[in-house]
């Protein structure tokens, strides 16, 4: 079946570092990948998808390549800020933005 | 923005009693609805799926019977823990979608089940 494996957190990092949370997935068929973001006290939304290989999702800086070959979907942004200090799930899913197989999450903390 | 609205947010039971989770969808309407729980260290996993005025369905190895869910309006989808033990603690989310294959699915900020 399919599977999403992230980075474990949390993860702290300062203001203005570079930030890269991986992901890698098992999954039959083309999956579609998604980035989700949850803040705290809010529901998860979506960041960023990708739907077929060497697509670049991309939203608010934030940066994931569909890397068929390595299976991964890798999660970048080259400047951190405090607001971005939340829990980013790694997902895939086989039937568009429905079924979603997810991954561990990775809390995220950025210090000024 | 779409918002979903999930209550409670955390609750603490004793064990063998019912617990009710709520999850609303404030101004759209949820045709279909999915509820996901994530146990500690592992991964959000998908529970059901839930059509507006149809039975769910289960994801293999949920208990359909442990966990009621009740879709009867296009905004108010309800999951059930029926007689709740210590190991259905967990992390509880629901999402919510105008039509199945719609592109556009909310999530709900989740409710933390804590059981004595």
């Known amino acids: 079946g399919n599977s999403v494996t992230q980075m474990e957190g949390p993860v702290t990092l300062s203001e203005e570092a570079f930030l890269t949370i991986n992901c890698t997935y098992t999954?039959?068929?083309?999956?579609?990948l998604f980035w989700y973001v949850q803040y705290p006290g809010e529901g998860l939304q979506l960041l960023l998808k990708a739907t077929k290989a060497d697509d670049k999702g991309s939203n608010k800086g934030f940066e994931a390549t569909y890397r068929k070959e390595t299976t991964s979907f890798h999660l970048e942004k080259g400047s951190v800020q405090v607001s971005d200090s939340a829990v980013y799930f790694c997902?895939?899913?086989?039937?568009?933005?429905?079924?979603?197989?997810f991954g561990t999450g990775t809390r995220l903390t950025i210090i000024p | 923005g779409a918002v979903v609205s999930q209550h409670p947010s955390w609750v603490i039971c004793k064990s063998g009693t019912s617990v009710k989770i709520e999850c609303r969808s404030l101004?759209?309407?949820?045709?279909?609805m999915f509820w996901y729980r994530q146990f500690p260290k592992q991964s959000l996993m998908l529970m059901a799926t839930s059509n507006e005025g149809s039975k769910a369905t289960y994801e293999q190895g949920v208990e359909k019977d442990k966990f009621l869910i009740n879709h009867a309006s296009l905004t108010l989808s309800t999951l059930t823990v029926t007689s709740a033990h210590p190991e259905d603690s967990s992390f509880y989310i629901c999402?919510?979608?105008?039509?199945?294959?719609?592109?556009?699915?909310?999530f709900g900020s989740g409710t933390q089940l804590s059981v004595l």
């Open positions: 999402s919510a979608t105008e039509a199945e294959g719609n592109e556009k699915l909310f």
């Open positions: 997902a895939l899913s086989n039937f568009g933005n429905e079924k979603l197989t």
């Open positions: 999954a039959t068929g083309y999956p579609s």
């Open positions: 101004d759209f309407q949820a045709t279909t």
